[in-house]
């Protein structure tokens, strides 16, 4: 019992459920409404974000013992074998749940998981590359949504909204870790704290800079605007927060706030009255 709950927190259930409900809010915004089979993308989205979870433990099995040593597999919990095994089941699963969106959707989730494995055994090491590609893997579940829809054209800007927060947050996130990342050339031990805090803080800036624009092209009204000023708020004040830790909490708030802007300017975009 104690090894199949150390197998769930591996997989990480609840990033894995906020990958289902992006996804599933993305086709929502996309075509302003849903039915059941919308629900397989959104659960071929959390196979493989579990999937990656897993494989992500793995990799960094070593960097844990020092970083994050309560975690699964560095506490010895659970294996590495059994690790690689659960992510290669979960990843599969992912793609071949995928198909039953579309034949587009599988490829686009067959393309993501090459990614995650290229990620994890190459491209993470590089650092700020590495940053970008995670990043542009988040991105990828709002297209992901709207292509599951048939018009990703209406999630494009939430998209690259989400690329820029979340490179800001990758950075914050290997300056957390500094002292632990032993075998990679991050941003931080490159170029120090300073600068780190510095382009992570230009990151939330372009992001909340374009939050205006649905809004400017009348895609959503007025809902949108005020829902989306709350999350502007915690990204400006993440930019002035010096702390790595508390500015990586307080980004993953200003997403989640932002991506409820989007679910509210659908919403009223779907069902408004004008």
């Known amino acids: 019992m104690a090894e199949v709950e150390a197998l769930v927190q591996l997989v990480r259930p609840k990033n894995a459920a906020m990958g289902f409900l992006a996804v599933l809010l993305s086709e929502f915004i996309a075509s302003g409404g849903l039915d059941w089979s919308a629900l397989a993308a959104p659960l071929a989205a959390a196979l493989i974000l579990g999937g990656g979870n897993a494989l992500n433990d793995y990799f960094d ?5 020092v970083n994050h040593p309560e975690r699964p597999i560095p506490s010895g919990r659970v294996s590495p074998r059994s690790a690689l095994a659960l992510s290669g089941i979960l990843l599969t699963a992912g793609v071949l749940v995928s198909l039953i969106a579309g034949l587009l959707c599988a490829a686009v989730a067959l393309t993501a998981v090459l990614l ?6 190459r491209v993470k090491r590089s650092g700020l590359p590495g940053n970008a590609l995670i990043s542009l893997l988040v991105a990828l579940l709002f297209l992901f949504g709207g292509i599951a829809a048939g018009d990703p054209r209406r999630v494009l800007i939430l998209s690259l909204m989400a690329f820029l927060a979340n490179l800001g947050r990758e950075l914050d996130k290997d300056l957390e870790d ?4 032993v075998d990679r050339r991050t941003f931080p031990k490159v170029h120090g704290p300073r600068a780190t805090l510095t382009l992570s803080g230009a990151m939330y800036a372009a992001a909340v800079s374009l939050s205006p624009v649905p809004y400017l092209q009348g895609l959503f009204g007025l809902p949108y605007l005020v829902l989306v000023a709350a999350s502007d708020v915690i990204f400006l004040m993440t930019i002035w927060n010096r702390n790595a830790s508390r500015r990586k909490s307080m980004a993953k708030v200003g997403m989640l706030l932002g991506l409820l802007a989007f679910v509210g300017g659908a919403v009223h975009w779907a069902y408004g009255t004008g």
Do not use: F, N, Q, T
């Open 116 to 121: 995650l494995i290229a990620y994890e055994a």
């Open 61 to 65: 099995r070593e960097v844990d013992r």
């Open 178 to 181: 500094l002292a632990g990342d």
